[in-house]
């Protein structure tokens, strides 16, 4: 049986139900039970069919038609300490950390969900969200609080609960990860994006300006209602770039190193880019 190494566990030396850092990773750590699995959920990295594709494998519902238990059970397949240390097989799925907050923002923040309005009472309503831009998005964020405040812009690393998985799955290739986790776990995956209708995949994407500056939410719900939604690439201007290499430089540093700068966005297809790299000079 592999040694599990455990990631914040000895960050502080508090008992372990005191550990911020290790429970928060732990409490993503979801348990396939037939296979004695162990798949780290990280919000926005194909969650949702995964999170389904647990729930018919451990046998809580019968049919993807059951798909909103899903988000009422974010914890209920959690692992305790044994579980993980005991774990035969360990997956998890990361996405290139500036698609990650386009999407996040493309999804939550346009389209005012609760997490928008979380987001604007912890900003203690002084900007209404219809002036959220990405760029006041990433500005906003940038304070630590706000960072952490929510779990689908708080930096992927955290939900690491291993030093080092059997396998990880990058986001951007998921159609050839699939066969490997349906063969190494033994789960069926299934697809919840017709049933949540969260995907990017039923809109055109469109790369014909740059959305960053003063483009506010209520633009893009129009290109929205109109089948149309902006590349995640195109959120972006040097600015954001360079800011979003600061503030998730461990996730950016984590990800090329598994998957390499050419699954990243491809900043320098846009016309008229400056940039060539995503590389932040400060990693």
Same mark, same amino acid.
């Given at each position: 049986m592999k040694k599990r190494q455990l990631n914040y566990a000895a960050v502080i030396y508090k008992p372990l139900a005191?550990?911020?850092?290790?429970?928060?990773?732990?409490?993503?750590?979801?348990?396939?039970?037939?296979?004695?699995?162990?798949?780290?959920?990280i919000p926005k990295n194909a969650c949702s069919t995964l999170r389904? %594709?647990?729930?018919?494998?451990?046998?809580? $519902? =019968?049919? @993807?038609?059951?798909? *909103?238990?899903?988000h009422q059970n974010n914890a209920t397949f959690s692992a305790d300490l044994a579980s993980l240390i005991l774990a035969d097989y360990t997956?998890?799925?990361?996405?290139?950390?500036?698609?990650?907050?386009?999407?996040?923002?493309?999804?939550?923040?346009?389209?005012?969900?609760?997490?928008?309005?979380?987001?604007?009472?912890?900003?203690?309503r002084k900007t209404e969200i219809d002036q959220? %831009?990405?760029?006041?998005?990433?500005?906003? $964020? =940038?304070? @630590?609080?706000?960072? *952490?405040?929510?779990?689908?812009?708080?930096?992927?690393?955290?939900?690491?609960?291993?030093?080092?998985?059997?396998?990880?799955?990058?986001?951007?290739?998921?159609?050839?990860?699939?066969?490997?986790?349906?063969?190494?776990?033994?789960?069926?995956?299934?697809?919840?994006?017709p049933l949540t209708r969260h995907g990017s995949d039923r809109f055109v994407t469109i790369d014909d300006g740059n959305y960053y500056g003063d483009c506010l939410p209520e633009e893009i719900r129009a290109l929205k209602v109109a089948g149309n939604l902006p590349s995640p690439q195109s959120l972006y201007d040097d600015e954001g770039i360079a800011l979003v290499g600061k503030l998730y430089k461990k996730d950016i540093a984590l990800y090329r190193q598994l998957f390499g700068e050419n699954n990243m966005l491809p900043f320098h297809r846009l016309p008229g880019r400056r940039i060539t790299r995503i590389i932040d000079p400060a990693l």
């Amino acid at each position: 049986m592999k040694k599990r190494q455990l990631n914040y566990a000895a960050v502080i030396y508090k008992p372990l139900a005191l550990n911020p850092a290790h429970q928060f990773a732990a409490s993503f750590a979801l348990r396939i039970f037939h296979s004695n699995s162990i798949y780290s959920f990280i919000p926005k990295n194909a969650c949702s069919t995964l999170r389904l %594709s647990l729930a018919l494998a451990n046998g809580c $519902i =019968s049919s @993807p038609k059951d798909f *909103n238990w899903i988000h009422q059970n974010n914890a209920t397949f959690s692992a305790d300490l044994a579980s993980l240390i005991l774990a035969d097989y360990t997956f998890v799925i990361l996405r290139c950390p500036y698609a990650r907050l386009a999407s996040a923002y493309l999804d939550k923040i346009v389209d005012k969900t609760q997490e928008a309005w979380v987001l604007y009472e912890t900003l203690k309503r002084k900007t209404e969200i219809d002036q959220f %831009s990405f760029k006041f998005f990433l500005k906003a $964020i =940038s304070n @630590p609080t706000v960072l *952490n405040s929510n779990i689908h812009w708080r930096p992927q690393v955290d939900y690491l609960v291993y030093m080092d998985y059997d396998d990880y799955f990058s986001l951007e290739h998921f159609s050839k990860a699939i066969p490997v986790i349906e063969q190494a776990s033994g789960i069926q995956v299934v697809d919840a994006r017709p049933l949540t209708r969260h995907g990017s995949d039923r809109f055109v994407t469109i790369d014909d300006g740059n959305y960053y500056g003063d483009c506010l939410p209520e633009e893009i719900r129009a290109l929205k209602v109109a089948g149309n939604l902006p590349s995640p690439q195109s959120l972006y201007d040097d600015e954001g770039i360079a800011l979003v290499g600061k503030l998730y430089k461990k996730d950016i540093a984590l990800y090329r190193q598994l998957f390499g700068e050419n699954n990243m966005l491809p900043f320098h297809r846009l016309p008229g880019r400056r940039i060539t790299r995503i590389i932040d000079p400060a990693l």
